[in-house]
């Protein structure tokens, strides 16, 4: 303990109690909880007994957790990519946004120590900081985006309420974790998409097209899906996004419709005040009000290890090749096969080689099923 009040503090008291006077150039020791983190560091982290808690089993990831692990695969294999942000935002973005003035959006909680005093509250929507990660991509010669992103936003409640001080000499009580708990803001999980440039490129499989609307959209039905949740998509116009390429995303929660966000086509204004490619599109929606509309997720069907006898497909090619080459490829099943021929005759191919399949296209004939 001396080594942390130093020459001009003092540590007093006996076996139970202790009484410490902090020095004056250590201000930042206002609380139990720093005067123990400030020991601790001091005689080294790992020098310090740790006890993990142990868990009860057969618990394992709760629905919000499988939800939430489900959404990210399921985006990143529709092409998204994953791009965390800072939690923090500058009420700036709602003006830029063009968000009303009685908007539930710009009720924000505000941080005593900021990062930055250009952003010195909690976001309540996830945009701002994806289409600032879209932007600087952009503007270093990345122009094919699809970003997403799955996290928390924060809003106050209506009864600001002080949080309660926990002791640093016991575990806190369940009473005492649900009053710090109350203190502290709402704090839904959302899910966000932005698009811009070409969603599918070009190649020798045809022509690329860029991304619209759609594309945002189709995306909050992939969240549904992966929900298992009805999703209504229907006209829309808030914020952001265009007038007339918005759509308002509605799902019935205990029999009442709720909007839970939008998606679609954001303004020209937008774009251009915040510096963003044309046509970028957007997508937001609330996780949470998405999982308490669900009726279950979805569940695969149970596949067998190897194929039913039953389901062991019988078929013929028809071939009339007129080299012993092209015989054995029409025979073995191979696309290899050039004759100008045609095909006219029938016989019956190995029937390990095709096992399981129920249709085999060749160049110099056709394969049809004859059985199952």
Not at 31 to 38: K, M, R, S, V
Request: a positive charge.
């Amino acid at each position: 303990m001396e080594r942390v009040v130093g020459g001009g503090g003092r540590a007093t008291g006996g076996q139970d109690e202790l009484i410490v006077t902090v020095p004056s150039w250590r201000p930042d020791l206002t609380d139990p909880n720093d005067l123990a983190e400030e020991v601790i560091r001091l005689e080294g982290y790992e020098n310090l007994p740790s006890t993990l808690p142990k868990p009860p089993a057969g618990r394992g990831l709760t629905d919000r957790q499988r939800l939430h692990r489900r959404v990210g695969r399921a985006l990143a294999g529709a092409g998204y990519v994953e791009a965390p942000n800072y939690p923090f935002v500058g009420e700036h973005v709602f003006d830029q946004f063009g968000l009303t003035a009685d908007d539930p959006n710009r009720r924000v909680v505000k941080l005593v120590n900021p990062l930055s005093d250009e952003e010195p509250a909690l976001r309540t929507t996830l945009l701002p900081g994806l289409l600032g990660a879209l932007r600087r991509n952009d503007g270093r010669g990345s122009h094919d985006l699809a970003l997403f992103e799955t996290g928390l936003v924060f809003h106050p409640r209506e009864e600001l309420k002080i949080a309660v001080r926990l002791p640093v000499d016991r575990r806190p009580t369940d009473e005492e974790i649900a009053s710090l708990t109350e203190a502290l803001p709402v704090q839904p999980r959302h899910a966000a998409v932005v698009l811009a440039g070409a969603r599918e490129q070009a190649g020798w499989w045809g022509k690329g097209r860029p991304a619209d609307w759609a594309d945002a959209v189709e995306a909050a039905r992939v969240l549904a899906r992966e929900a298992g949740t009805e999703l209504v998509v229907r006209g829309g116009q808030y914020g952001p996004w265009h007038p007339g390429r918005c759509a308002e995303l509605v799902v019935s929660v205990d029999g009442a419709e709720q909007v839970i966000g939008y998606a679609g086509e954001l303004h020209p204004g937008v774009l251009k005040t915040l510096g963003l490619p044309a046509r970028t599109s957007a997508m937001e929606l609330d996780l949470d009000v998405l999982e308490s509309a669900s009726s279950g997720f979805p569940k695969g069907r149970r596949s067998r290890r190897s194929p039913s006898p039953r389901r062991m497909s019988r078929w013929s090619s028809t071939w009339r090749c007129r080299t012993p080459t092209s015989r054995r490829c029409c025979v073995r099943g191979r696309a290899n096969c050039w004759s100008p021929s045609g095909c006219s005759t029938s016989t019956r191919t190995p029937r390990n080689l095709v096992r399981g399949r129920s249709r085999w296209r060749t160049r110099c004939g056709s394969v049809r099923v004859i059985g199952r």
